[in-house]
């Protein structure tokens, strides 16, 4: 049951493999936190609530990866962005399915997930953000 799991990364990787989106809300002051901590960094409250996130957000900066960590050096050139979620937070992730000439601040991109890699690194569950057709 997910009321009864900690709010921590091993928590949201978790239920990111069963494919939710998942962050932590202050019952004391209402801010999100993804990924999740037990201890709200602005009213350092300790009283939080799971809440499923919509996954659908824009891009608000990226940068191209042209020389990778050897576990990725194979999909070099690849695109990490910021995504502010239509809720309000920030994520990080891998953008795919644009082509890098046709990247731009402010395209709307959703969430897909990923399952752990039986044969490289990393080896749990996490996601990564697609283009949302017009």
Same mark, same amino acid.
């Given at each position: 049951?997910?009321?009864?799991?900690?709010?921590?990364?091993?928590?949201?990787?978790?239920?990111?493999?069963?494919?939710?989106?998942? $962050?932590?809300?202050?019952?004391?002051? $209402?801010?999100?936190?993804?990924?999740?901590?037990?201890?709200?960094?602005?009213?350092?409250?300790?009283?939080?609530?799971?809440?499923?996130?919509?996954?659908?957000?824009?891009?608000?900066?990226?940068?191209?990866?042209?020389?990778?960590?050897?576990?990725?050096?194979?999909?070099?050139?690849?695109?990490?962005?910021?995504?502010?979620?239509?809720?309000?937070?920030?994520?990080?992730?891998?953008?795919?399915?644009?082509?890098?000439?046709?990247?731009?601040?402010?395209?709307?991109?959703?969430?897909?997930?990923?399952?752990?890699?039986?044969?490289?690194?990393?080896?749990?569950?996490?996601?990564?953000?697609?283009?949302?057709?017009?």
């Amino acid at each position: 049951m997910i009321s009864e799991l900690p709010f921590t990364i091993d928590s949201f990787y978790k239920l990111v493999g069963e494919g939710k989106l998942m $962050g932590a809300r202050c019952k004391s002051c $209402g801010r999100f936190l993804v990924p999740p901590r037990p201890v709200c960094p602005d009213c350092y409250g300790s009283d939080m609530e799971w809440v499923e996130l919509k996954g659908e957000g824009v891009v608000e900066s990226y940068t191209i990866i042209h020389i990778a960590p050897p576990q990725f050096a194979q999909e070099a050139p690849y695109v990490v962005a910021l995504v502010r979620l239509d809720e309000g937070v920030r994520l990080p992730g891998r953008l795919v399915g644009v082509k890098q000439e046709e990247l731009k601040v402010g395209m709307r991109v959703k969430v897909e997930f990923v399952g752990p890699s039986t044969d490289a690194w990393p080896a749990w569950p996490t996601y990564r953000f697609r283009p949302i057709s017009p």
